[in-house]
């Protein structure tokens, strides 16, 4: 057999909305069946995100979030429709462990298709919204592991659980008034440093 067909009936995940409601702003809002859909290649073939349009209880059609484990750096690429990249570095105890309620930096990037590549540090959560009206289609360099028990859906690379715990990221990305608004997610104790671009911050 072809060795780069060996894995091809492991590369498509889908993110159906009851694993989204963990970290929705209001999980109980009525959302699509899938929120977006993941083509795992790897680093040699890529992997390519579909994000649907639209919002869920105001809340912009957002990916997960994670955290890699370990120093592993990543970096989008922005295929078509348009978005906001998330990122944010969690502070640290004197041990050096994650401490998942106090955000040390946090960022809100604009991009879309046409958008210069995007370089995610090995330290800093990431997550990607769809604020258009058609998909949000983004292109990544990070690994796979077909060896693993769910290598596309849920890498080995990539802590969920402290986007999880905390129900997102240190902000939503809603709509307000037509337009993207970045809205705080009470749960977080502290942000000590923030860039929103030219987003808007409403409580
Ligand atoms: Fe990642």
Redo the contacts with the bound molecule.
């Keep these: 057999m072809n060795e780069r067909f060996q894995h091809v009936d492991q590369h498509f995940a889908l993110r159906p909305n009851s694993k989204m409601q963990e970290v929705l702003m209001d999980p109980q809002a009525e959302g699509p069946a899938n929120h977006y859909y993941m083509i795992r290649g790897g680093k040699d073939q890529t992997n390519i995100t579909v994000l649907e349009p639209g919002t869920v209880g105001g809340e912009y059609i957002k990916t997960y979030g ?1 955290y ?1 484990i370990g120093q ?1 750096d ?1 970096t989008y690429k922005f295929l078509s429709g348009e978005g906001v990249v998330l990122l944010q570095k969690l502070a640290s105890d004197e041990k050096g462990n994650m401490i998942p309620d106090m955000v040390e930096e946090f960022k809100a990037i604009e991009v879309g298709a046409g958008h210069e590549p995007l370089f ?1 540090p090995a330290s800093y959560g ?1 997550l990607i919204i769809n604020t258009g009206s058609t998909y949000f289609t983004t292109a ?1 360099d ?1 690994p796979v592991d077909f060896e693993e028990r769910d290598p596309v859906s849920l ?1 080995g ?2 802590n969920y659980e402290l986007v999880q715990r905390m129900r997102g990221f240190a902000f939503y990305l809603v709509e307000h008034e037509g337009k993207p608004a970045l809205k705080i997610n009470v749960m977080y104790k502290d942000v000590r440093n923030a860039e929103f671009g030219n987003l808007p911050v409403i409580s």
Excluded: C, M, R, Y
Aim: glycine content about 0%; proline content about 9%.
């Design positions: 994670h890699h592993l990543e995610i990431h990544d990070s890498p690379h990539a």
